[in-house]
């Protein structure tokens, strides 16, 4: 089954995640749990005491590399609650149905069936990371790979962060810091949609006076009214662009 993520996305899970259910009894019930994908691999061995190792039996790493906590959900008070600790925490969330509270065996399996794929989303993602590195080794442009692997909102954050560096660099025009973060601009600009209009943004960023950086920024508030589907408030930006372009 595919997970469904209420914040983050599967092609780039955090590996921490608040997993919730509702109950099939009560629509307003809300269970949840914590799934955790440890980074670290551990040799339990080393931290158990001699006399206690026969007692362990066969425990290696994998049976620590990921677990959920609590392991069968647990009812907590509401969607706010999750909604609020995940924000402040930067947790993926991720909705796994209806359970019956009733049948505890039955949620456990759900929960362990949920933490693996999650578990394997996580490990896929990390493989590609990996391979992003080895790539980069013979030639090729890593940050290529990586913003393919970005979210939408990611590759905007990533670019406002490359326009606020191309400021920056702006003393050192045709300078090597500019020219490489131009061609970073230009990189990312392939993995977004053209009604973005990156170019535009690039060139107003580049301008010292101060309409070209209010341009600069109101074209990246565009963008990012775009991802967010904000259709409601993008029609009077597009008119303070279009003012803005007829003075510029």
């Known amino acids: 089954m595919n997970l469904n993520?209420?914040?983050?996305?599967?092609?780039?899970p955090k590996g921490h995640a608040f997993l919730y259910f509702t109950s099939d009894s009560s629509k307003t019930a809300y269970f949840a749990t914590y799934l955790i994908i440890q980074p670290i691999n551990v040799d339990v061995s080393k931290y158990v005491p001699p006399f206690l190792i026969n007692q362990m039996g066969d425990i290696g790493s994998d049976d620590l590399s990921m677990f959920a906590f609590p392991p069968s959900p647990e009812q907590v008070e509401g969607m706010d609650y999750i909604n609020s600790l995940a924000q402040t925490r930067e947790d993926d969330v991720i909705y796994g149905g209806q359970i019956s509270v009733k049948d505890p065996a039955s949620m456990i399996m759900t929960v362990n069936e949920i933490l693996e794929q999650y578990a394997n989303l996580y490990k896929e993602t990390n493989r590609m990371l990996t391979e992003t590195t080895s790539m980069a080794e013979v030639g090729t442009d890593v940050n290529e790979v990586i913003y393919s692997l970005m979210s939408d909102i990611d590759k905007l954050e990533e670019l406002t962060k490359l326009i606020g560096k191309l400021r920056y660099a702006a003393d050192d025009a045709g300078g090597e810091l500019s020219k490489e973060t131009e061609d970073q601009i230009r990189l990312l600009s392939k993995h977004l949609p053209a009604n973005h209009e990156i170019p535009k943004i690039l060139q107003a960023a580049k301008e010292s006076d101060s309409k070209g950086q209010r341009l600069a920024d109101l074209y990246l508030k565009r963008s990012f009214h775009l991802i967010n589907e904000s259709f409601a408030d993008l029609g009077e930006l597009e008119q303070e662009i279009k003012?803005?372009?007829?003075?510029f």
């Open 5 to 12: 993520f209420e914040r983050g996305n599967a092609e780039s």
């Open 243 to 247: 003012k803005l372009e007829e003075t």
